[in-house]
């Protein structure tokens, strides 16, 4: 049965610092999700990781796949206050089109 | 862009009432799905569909069923509702292969009293 671990689950940080999410999933996949979601509302797709070694940014964020270590990292630059959301990682179950998600991390960032 | 609707934002119900969720997608996508968000259990799959009138079960199908009569809609029925199904319900699409992850909806509020 695919697991799907983000941590750290809640994150609290200054306006300006730098942090990495982590997301690590028990079968092998060649596939990785990134979402966000701001309180209140739906999920909005951020980042799509097809492959070993691919590596998406947009703005301060930067997602990368490491599909032998079975892991992707979100990575949050200079963050500002507008990034204050909950973000979710999802795998893709055996192959399929069935997404299991993370618990989500929960992101404030302070002033 | 894929538009993914769910009719309702709010909606509150008593126990024991048949409840119909509904949910419209308007790009031909073939798979769809029904989640429940819940605080401290993230996101949990409870059926999907992959083709007119095909449904599978999710993690937890129990006090749910579906119906897909149109390709462009996926509708999620409580059969009898009770209060521990309260939670935000959420519908997704994707094409297949899913190179493009999932659309959500915009979620629909239940509360059961």
């Known amino acids: 049965e695919l697991k799907v671990e983000q941590n750290p689950l809640f994150l609290s940080m200054q306006e300006g610092k730098n942090y990495t999410i982590y997301c690590n999933y028990s079968t092998t996949s060649d596939r990785l999700y990134w979402y966000r979601q701001d309180p209140g509302k739906s999920l909005e797709s951020l980042f799509v990781l097809l492959s070993n070694g691919a590596v998406k940014q947009e703005g301060r964020l930067m997602a990368s796949l490491d599909t032998k270590a079975r892991l992707s990292t979100l990575h949050i630059t200079a963050a500002v206050h507008d990034l204050s959301a909950t973000y979710f990682c999802?795998?893709?179950?055996?192959?399929?089109?069935?997404?299991?998600f993370g618990k989500g991390t929960k992101l404030t960032v302070n002033p | 862009d894929v538009k993914v609707t769910q009719s309702s934002r709010y909606l509150v119900k008593r126990t024991g009432e048949k409840v119909f969720l509904e949910c419209v997608q308007d790009m031909d996508h073939e798979n769809m799905f029904w989640y429940r968000q819940d605080p401290g259990l993230g996101l949990r799959l409870i059926y999907f569909?992959?083709?007119?009138?095909?449904?599978e079960k999710g993690d937890i199908p129990e006090g749910y069923s579906v119906s897909r009569e149109k390709k462009e809609r996926f509708s999620l029925i409580l059969e009898s509702a009770s209060t521990n199904q309260t939670s935000m319900y959420l519908c997704?699409?994707?094409?297949?292969?899913?190179?493009?992850?999932?659309?959500f909806g915009s979620g629909t509020r239940l509360t059961v009293v």
């Open positions: 997704a699409s994707t094409m297949g292969p899913a190179n493009y992850g999932y659309t």
């Open positions: 999802a795998s893709p179950q055996g192959g399929s089109e069935k997404l299991v």
């Open positions: 569909s992959y083709d007119v009138k095909m449904k």
